[in-house]
């Protein structure tokens, strides 16, 4: 299912939600990158480049969403996850619903 996203930087990111029985997982891409970092300095991380940007996720009871890369484990706030926090160490996201 298509996540819906907030912010500066809303259009510069694809998210999608996928369910299975109890298990849910996130992924999370940057997209039009070039526009992004104008500058050409890659990857696209964190709060400079995402600043107040916010992929919104469906309500669950989850704990919190692992990062698969990094291991970090993510917390909603108001509904939703923070793209500074989610690229903050990589340039893409792949979560499970803790």
Known sequence: EPLTT???RRDHVFAFARRHDDRTVLVVVPRLVAA??????LPPL???VWGDTRVHVPTESARCYRHALTGDCLRLADGALRLADVF???PVAF???Q
């Open 6 to 8: 907030d912010g500066a």
């Open 36 to 41: 992004l970092v104008p500058d050409g300095e």
């Open 46 to 48: 964190g709060e400079r």
């Open 88 to 90: 903050a160490r990589a």
């Open 95 to 97: 979560f499970d619903a």
